[in-house]
């Protein structure tokens, strides 16, 4: 089966820094990668997604950087408001198959 | 425009007993699928469709069947029930033909004593 891990499971950020999110991913025939957002008792929310034929990609405050050469994906996001504060999730798209790291849960300090 | 819907919110079950979560969604979509969340991991695919009478197996199929007759409708069965599917599961739906941005149901909590 696919392996994506994510190098750490929490992550604490003052509010108003900048917040990096990573992911490794071990099937390098994925072509897409997408990033979600699941706050406590809700279901995964689409951030952003990325193709593997490009290795940036920006959105509003945040920015997926993929490196193919290491088979890693970051989420960075800029200005982190407390809102930010979920459980991130980076998954990858092979065929019709979507496979899913286990998450890193991001908390914001007022 | 009520996007992803799931019934029940929460289910209890006895092992061995059978029931069925279901999923709908209005946005005509083609590419459904079901997912189930269990602590301190990510989501894992259970079955998935890309459309009306096609299904297929995802990661974790096994307990589980689905059926697709209808665009608007996923649901999944679960023939008889195990503790080891005490899970949260999660349907979504996504456009596809190369739009993979899913839209995500708020989930069914499921315990099986």
């Known amino acids: 089966g696919e392996s994506v891990g994510l190098h750490l499971p929490t992550l604490s950020v003052q509010e108003g820094d900048n917040s990096i999110i990573n992911c490794a991913y071990s099937n390098s025939a994925s072509d897409y990668f997408i990033w979600y957002k699941q706050e406590s008792g809700k279901g995964p929310q689409f951030i952003i997604d990325i193709r593997s034929n490009m290795d940036k990609r920006q959105g509003q405050r945040v920015t997926v950087l993929l490196n193919k050469t290491v088979k890693h994906l970051s989420l960075q996001i800029a200005a982190t408001q407390p809102g930010d504060s979920a459980v991130y999730f980076c998954?990858?798209?092979?065929?019709?198959?979507?496979?899913f790291g286990t998450g890193t849960s991001l908390t914001v300090i007022p | 425009n009520a996007g992803v819907t799931q019934t029940p919110k929460f289910q209890v079950l006895k092992t061995g007993q059978s029931m069925t979560l279901q999923c709908a969604q209005d946005?005509?979509?083609?590419?459904m699928s079901w997912y189930r969340q269990d602590p301190g991991m990510g989501l894992r695919l259970i079955h998935y469709s890309v459309g009306a009478g096609i299904t297929d197996q995802g990661e974790v199929p096994n307990g589980y069947n689905v059926s697709r007759s209808t665009t608007e409708d996923f649901p999944l069965r679960l023939l008889s029930a195990a503790p080891s599917q005490t899970s949260v599961y999660f349907c979504?739906?996504?456009?596809?033909?190369?739009?993979?941005?899913?839209?995500f149901g708020p989930g069914t909590r499921l315990t099986v004593t």
């Open positions: 946005m005509n979509h083609e590419y």
């Open positions: 979504a739906s996504t456009s596809g033909w190369g739009n993979y941005e899913q839209y």
């Open positions: 998954a990858e798209n092979t065929g019709n198959q979507f496979y």
